[in-house]
């Protein structure tokens, strides 16, 4: 058990030392603002439609269960509510981030474990490369971009989709659901689903970087380094979401 648990410290400690790299790379070498807008592109492009889908139903989820709980207390015209402050607050970011660790980090964890089995890494560092500039920021940056926008883009599909659901299938008023979608909504949600977005994409982009960076060579290494990977990001997510769910409503 304690040997267990200084592994993990060990790695945790690892995992910060390379972040702090990172940045000081970052800060160091400048940023290429062209590869950034390509990964910024590639990623977006290739997590919109499978967000899209997500994001519709979800919504429409929510408003079905929305309204069956608020039924039962003979308040389900307060299902506008529900929909907005659970897709908002909770749900859409963290669809948002799971959905972009899925595709863009795990694309990412395995393109740099590979390039760690052609030593191609070490080429760059003996070139006198930077590959945590070369590799790591562009698209560190990239998902910084991308991530708040599906956000957004998330929660405007998952709050159209539940209206049409709450409209035509569950007869609810449509002034209503808009009344009580809208009247609950403040600022701070949207600015709290924005933290949370910038957040994950922050944890993705480092703890894929991290994985790719010191995975073990060979093939059996680089899918071991992508699994690890796509579970640490999940779960840290998940933390991460609960340290600020506590501190912007706590």
Same mark, same amino acid.
């Given at each position: 058990? @304690?040997? %267990?648990?200084? !592994?993990?410290?060990?790695?945790?400690? /690892?995992?910060?030392?390379?972040?702090?790299?990172?940045?000081?790379?970052?800060?160091r070498h400048g940023v290429r603002w062209d590869r950034v807008l390509e990964q910024a592109e590639r990623l977006g492009v290739r997590a919109f439609p499978v967000l899209a889908i997500m994001a519709i139903f979800v919504g429409t989820n929510l408003a079905i269960q929305g309204f069956g709980a608020f039924r039962s207390?003979?308040?389900q015209h307060l299902v506008g509510m529900f929909v907005a402050l659970a897709g908002v607050r909770e749900v859409c970011p963290l669809l948002a981030g799971t959905m972009v660790a899925a595709k863009g980090g795990t694309e990412m964890t395995a393109q740099l474990a590979v390039?760690?089995?052609?030593?191609? @890494?070490? %080429?760059?560092? !003996?070139?006198?490369?930077?590959?945590? /500039?070369?590799?790591?920021t562009p698209s560190l940056l990239a998902i910084l971009i991308v991530l708040p926008a599906l956000?957004?883009?998330?929660?405007?599909?998952?709050i159209f989709s539940a209206l049409i659901v709450a409209v035509v299938q569950l007869h609810v008023d449509v002034g209503q659901f808009v009344a009580f979608c809208f009247d609950y909504i403040e600022v701070r949600d949207l600015v709290a689903a924005l933290v949370?977005?910038?957040a994950f994409g922050a944890i993705i982009a480092t703890v894929s970087g991290y994985f790719g960076f010191?995975?073990?060579?060979?093939?059996?290494?680089?899918g071991r380094?992508?699994?690890?990977?796509?579970?640490?990001?999940?779960i840290v997510c998940v933390c991460i979401n609960f340290i600020l769910s506590a501190v912007f409503y706590g």
């Amino acid at each position: 058990m @304690i040997e %267990a648990f200084t !592994v993990f410290l060990q790695r945790v400690g /690892a995992y910060g030392l390379f972040f702090v790299d990172c940045v000081r790379s970052s800060w160091r070498h400048g940023v290429r603002w062209d590869r950034v807008l390509e990964q910024a592109e590639r990623l977006g492009v290739r997590a919109f439609p499978v967000l899209a889908i997500m994001a519709i139903f979800v919504g429409t989820n929510l408003a079905i269960q929305g309204f069956g709980a608020f039924r039962s207390l003979g308040a389900q015209h307060l299902v506008g509510m529900f929909v907005a402050l659970a897709g908002v607050r909770e749900v859409c970011p963290l669809l948002a981030g799971t959905m972009v660790a899925a595709k863009g980090g795990t694309e990412m964890t395995a393109q740099l474990a590979v390039m760690r089995t052609k030593e191609q @890494i070490d %080429a760059l560092e !003996v070139m006198a490369v930077d590959p945590r /500039a070369e590799l790591v920021t562009p698209s560190l940056l990239a998902i910084l971009i991308v991530l708040p926008a599906l956000t957004i883009i998330g929660i405007a599909l998952s709050i159209f989709s539940a209206l049409i659901v709450a409209v035509v299938q569950l007869h609810v008023d449509v002034g209503q659901f808009v009344a009580f979608c809208f009247d609950y909504i403040e600022v701070r949600d949207l600015v709290a689903a924005l933290v949370k977005s910038l957040a994950f994409g922050a944890i993705i982009a480092t703890v894929s970087g991290y994985f790719g960076f010191f995975s073990e060579r060979g093939p059996a290494g680089v899918g071991r380094a992508t699994n690890r990977a796509v579970v640490v990001m999940c779960i840290v997510c998940v933390c991460i979401n609960f340290i600020l769910s506590a501190v912007f409503y706590g």
